[in-house]
């Protein structure tokens, strides 16, 4: 699942999805969305972040297909 589908799934906008994944900063809303739309890869932390939070559902491999 990619990180989109699973914030659709869940009826997320991307700002709850920043708070759900606890992120902070400037605007980290518009982090997650272009991590959803597949403009940007998250680093390595952000990677587990995702993992873990979503219990496996989003995995790393998922940005890169």
């Known amino acids: 699942m990619t990180l989109e589908q699973f914030r659709l799934k869940k009826s997320f ?3 709850d ?7 902070s900063g ?3 809303e518009s982090t997650v969305c ?3 739309i597949g ?3 998250p680093r390595p932390k952000y990677m ?13 491999a998922s940005f890169y297909a």
């Open 13 to 15: 906008s991307h700002k």
């Open 39 to 41: 403009d940007r890869i």
């Open 17 to 23: 999805l920043a708070k759900f994944l606890g992120l």
């Open 48 to 60: 587990d972040l995702i993992k873990n939070k979503t219990k496996g559902a989003v995995k790393p």
């Open 26 to 28: 400037t605007s980290p």
């Open 34 to 36: 272009r991590w959803c």
